[in-house]
């Protein structure tokens, strides 16, 4: 897989093309997700990993000032090597930040899974290092899945300092570090997260991030639209009554 990426970094060129036309007939993308395997190769850290997913973050970034971009969310760990070496994927910060400056685009750092600790310890420790100079994008599937959902609500740092820029939302069915759930998709509502409190939570402090419908299941009914506008729907409701 990371051997493809470096072979072809050019992959996704159509799929970048299909989205282009469709920014150029008045589709807006305001956020983008990075490239996952850009955490992957720096958890792996191997030979030439590093210089890989460096080349492989800036791709990403010229492609999204072309979608008229303005927030990206990364991976900064993951894979199976996740957070094992957490200091090297901390490390690697600055450097994909400064890229990420120099085409105006505020990157934010997913609170994504781990094998080792949760992600909140390293959220922490970034944030201890880079005060002036990160944000984050919390998915509340992730946290979840640590069982941390309650404990990244009441995490002052992250609130307090203003450093939650970008929302995912999707629902999660499993136990804590239930590896199976994890990789099942199922609808908003139909598993374990409190959304209400969730919602409340966020109304409490009056957020005015970004968010994005992240659910990756398809309804009954088989189309994709009819998903997307009842995940909509439960999103902006909890959001706004």
Request: include cysteine; charge should be negative.
């Amino acid at each position: 897989m990371f051997g493809h990426f470096q072979d072809r970094p050019d992959e996704y060129v159509e799929v970048a093309k299909t989205i282009i036309d469709a920014k150029n007939s008045g589709v807006v993308f305001y956020s983008m997700h990075t490239n996952k395997n850009i955490g992957e190769l720096i958890s792996r850290n191997e030979d030439n990993d590093i210089d890989n997913a460096v080349r492989l973050f800036e791709s990403n970034c010229q492609y999204a000032v072309q979608y008229d971009v303005k927030l990206l969310v990364l991976h900064l760990w993951g894979g199976v090597p996740s957070d094992k070496h957490i200091d090297v994927n901390i490390g690697m910060y600055p450097k994909l930040k400064a890229i990420a400056d120099r085409y105006n685009l505020l990157l934010t750092v997913e609170n994504i899974v781990c094998n080792t600790y949760k992600p909140l310890d390293h959220m922490k420790k970034l944030w201890e290092l880079y005060p002036h100079d990160i944000k984050f994008t919390i998915d509340v599937r992730q946290a979840e899945f640590h069982k941390s959902l309650v404990e990244t609500c009441e995490s002052a740092f992250l609130w307090e300092n203003d450093l939650v820029a970008h929302l995912h939302f999707s629902d999660y069915g499993g136990g804590y570090m239930d590896w199976p759930s994890m990789r099942t998709p199922i609808g908003l509502t139909q598993g374990n997260i409190d959304f209400e409190y969730f919602f409340s939570f966020l109304k409490s402090i009056g957020f005015d991030g970004s968010v994005a419908d992240e659910t990756g299941y398809i309804a009954d009914s088989g189309e994709l639209v009819d998903n997307l506008n009842e995940a909509y729907a439960f999103i902006n409701g909890g959001l706004t009554r």
